[in-house]
């Protein structure tokens, strides 16, 4: 089975959400972890205190119903997200290190808890991430742990994903990392009860940033990629395709814009008819002189 990249211009209607992706242990924890932080470190380098955003209709119109904002404390070392409702309101708050290197994230909504934790080693690499999840509504717990195994070389090896069960018992999974010459994740093979059961593919443009994430997909018998993702000069990503449906191949599309000072602009929706489906825009408030 072979996969060649192409570019595919397919999304679906308009959700103000990204929806989660099955398994890809890398990406999720370790690549897109890194991209939120660097977009945390553009925050403090351009001393920004206050992000607010904006969400804009097809019709070029506000929507009204839509308020999210991010305040920044201590020098960007915490960082609280306020999403607004019409029935309650969804706080997050980030702590980073003094390195910029995230340490925890806790959501509070009514009824809800969820807090991650994040360890690292003496290198700054991720070797634990431990993730608690309540409902008191539903009295339900959720609690799942990432422990990370690294070579010599800082490269990821191994992860193990243990999950605890309702009966108090843990169920633990394997999952192994293929890293090619230049330290690049190329393949994650997951394993359950010493049984390969899933692979993903990696694929990389020449400077080294993730350009695709390919699985095998048992509906369409072949290999698919799950997101793609572009970059513009300064290793921002511009564009990102997320594979949805299910009765045809198409795609989610988010394209985004940047100023000069690399912050975040406008990030829009597409779907595939590839008609514009809505956008969010971002101002930024910064630290006065």
Known sequence: ?????????????????????????????????????????????????????????????????????????????????????SEFDIKTTYVFNPAGALESETEIQPGMYTQIAYKRDEKGNVVRIENTHQDSLVDFKDHEIHVWSYDIKNHPTQLWRIVEQIDGRFDTTMIRFIVDTNGLVTEEQTYKKKTLTSFIYYYYDEKGNLTDVVRYNEKWKRLLPDQLFEYDDAGNIIQRMQL??????????????????????????????????????????TRTP
């Open 1 to 85: 089975m072979g996969y060649q990249h192409s570019k595919f211009w397919f999304g679906l209607t308009l959700a103000m959400f990204i929806l989660p992706a099955q398994a890809q242990y890398y990406y999720n924890d370790l690549i897109a972890l890194k991209q939120w932080e660097r977009k945390v470190q553009t925050y403090r380098k351009e001393q920004v205190v206050l992000i607010q955003e904006t969400a804009i209709l097809p019709t070029g119109e506000k929507q009204t119903d839509y308020k999210q904002s991010c305040t920044l404390l201590r020098g960007g070392d915490t960082l609280n997200k306020i999403r607004s409702t």
């Open 244 to 285: 949805t449906g299910s009765r045809d191949v198409s795609y989610l599309i988010w394209r985004y814009g940047f100023g000069k000072n690399g912050l975040l602009t406008e990030e829009a929706l597409f779907n595939n008819k590839k008609e514009h489906t809505g956008s969010i825009r971002y101002s930024y408030r």
